[in-house]
């Protein structure tokens, strides 16, 4: 496999990952300031993270798949979590954990992030188990993540291969998959970072549920559009676990389908859901007050 780096790759991002940065649409930040501190935040990410150009779910196809690993860490082992959504879920996942990390307060862990086809269609198709005309693209995807990639980033890549250190993560139809996959391999994963859910179903959650780690996000305001579904189906599924006795930390509150608050929402969660102590030493001011633990009974 190729090695890329993500820098060469970052143009593509910008605009998506902007719209992921800013605060809000009223941020008052003139666009040269917003790209400047967009730049510093991912510079030292992009240092440390190394991209591959990975045999594709379907054969003669690739995919990039991104490794970042602190640059302190030794080659020992690490928890992982297998994040959707290349390095767009690879930010909003660490940007605001990373300080933590570094500062030596939370222990060091490693990401390993998957690109989603670019195709929206194709992408829903992947990510969301049970979409119609969609089930052979999912099991595809399922099956080469499970197959080729989780053992190729445990056997290359140093990734933990316990499955309490492993963990699987995605925002909004990434969410739907990493809630899928999650629940239908408890024996596999130790929990997830599902932000966001549009098209997931409470009837994934079972007794096995009881025996993973859940981080369940969601924002009232999400519900518009074609969205209409995601206002109450993260506190659906958060009732569903409660009725298992799962371990569960949910953050519910008004905020809109926008990647600044996933970001936001990400930090103390997944101190909290790779079980690297208590949430308080890494979470963000938006967490508090909006996430509540739930540790199993």
Same mark, same amino acid.
């Given at each position: 496999?190729?090695?890329?780096?993500?820098?060469?790759? $970052?143009?593509?991002?910008? #605009?998506?990952?902007?719209?992921?940065?800013?605060?809000? *649409?009223?941020?008052?930040?003139?666009?040269?300031?917003?790209?400047?501190?967009?730049?510093?935040?991912?510079?030292?990410?992009?240092?440390?993270?190394?991209? #591959?150009? #990975?045999?594709?779910?379907?054969?003669?196809?690739?995919?990039?798949?991104?490794?970042?690993?602190?640059?302190?860490?030794?080659?020992?082992?690490?928890?992982?979590?297998?994040?959707?959504?290349?390095?767009?879920?690879?930010?909003?996942?660490?940007?605001? $954990?990373?300080?933590?990390?570094?500062?030596?307060? &939370?222990?060091?862990?490693?990401?390993?992030?998957?690109?989603?086809?670019?195709?929206?269609?194709?992408?829903?198709?992947?990510?969301?188990?049970?979409?119609?005309?969609?089930?052979?693209?999912?099991?595809?995807?399922?099956?080469?993540?499970?197959?080729?990639?989780?053992?190729?980033?445990?056997?290359?890549?140093?990734? +933990?291969?316990?499955?309490?250190?492993?963990?699987?993560?995605? #925002?909004?139809?990434?969410?739907?998959?990493?809630?899928?996959?999650?629940?239908?391999?408890?024996?596999?994963?130790?929990?997830?970072?599902?932000?966001? *859910?549009?098209?997931?179903?409470?009837?994934?959650?079972?007794? +096995?549920?009881?025996?993973?780690?859940?981080?369940?996000?969601?924002?009232?305001?999400?519900?518009?559009?074609?969205?209409?579904?995601?206002?109450?189906?993260?506190?659906?599924? &958060?009732?569903?676990?409660?009725?298992?006795?799962? *371990?569960?930390?949910? /953050?519910?509150?008004?905020?809109?389908?926008?990647?600044?608050?996933?970001?936001?929402?990400?930090?103390?969660?997944?101190?909290?859901?790779?079980?690297?102590?208590?949430?308080?030493?890494?979470?963000?001011?938006?967490?508090?007050?909006? /996430?509540?633990?739930?540790?199993?009974?």
């Amino acid at each position: 496999m190729r090695g890329i780096e993500a820098n060469n790759v $970052l143009w593509q991002l910008t #605009f998506v990952l902007l719209t992921l940065w800013l605060s809000s *649409p009223s941020d008052v930040w003139a666009q040269s300031g917003a790209n400047d501190e967009f730049e510093a935040a991912i510079a030292p990410v992009n240092a440390e993270t190394v991209g #591959f150009e #990975f045999p594709g779910p379907v054969d003669g196809t690739v995919r990039p798949v991104w490794v970042w690993r602190p640059r302190t860490s030794s080659q020992s082992r690490l928890p992982v979590l297998y994040m959707a959504d290349g390095l767009t879920g690879l930010y909003v996942a660490l940007l605001e $954990l990373k300080p933590a990390i570094d500062a030596g307060s &939370v222990s060091p862990i490693m990401i390993v992030a998957i690109d989603a086809q670019p195709d929206p269609q194709d992408r829903v198709a992947e990510y969301l188990y049970g979409w119609p005309g969609g089930s052979d693209n999912f099991r595809a995807h399922e099956e080469w993540l499970l197959r080729d990639v989780i053992p190729w980033a445990e056997r290359v890549q140093h990734a +933990s291969d316990r499955r309490e250190q492993r963990f699987i993560g995605g #925002f909004s139809n990434g969410g739907d998959l990493a809630f899928a996959l999650a629940s239908r391999h408890p024996d596999i994963f130790g929990g997830a970072l599902v932000h966001s *859910p549009v098209g997931a179903q409470t009837s994934w959650v079972d007794e +096995s549920s009881r025996q993973q780690r859940w981080v369940i996000t969601g924002g009232t305001r999400e519900g518009r559009g074609s969205l209409t579904r995601a206002g109450n189906l993260a506190r659906q599924i &958060v009732r569903a676990l409660e009725e298992q006795n799962a *371990p569960l930390r949910s /953050c519910i509150g008004r905020w809109d389908h926008r990647g600044r608050y996933w970001r936001l929402l990400s930090p103390g969660s997944l101190v909290w859901l790779m079980g690297l102590g208590s949430p308080e030493v890494a979470e963000s001011s938006f967490e508090r007050g909006k /996430c509540r633990n739930i540790e199993q009974h």
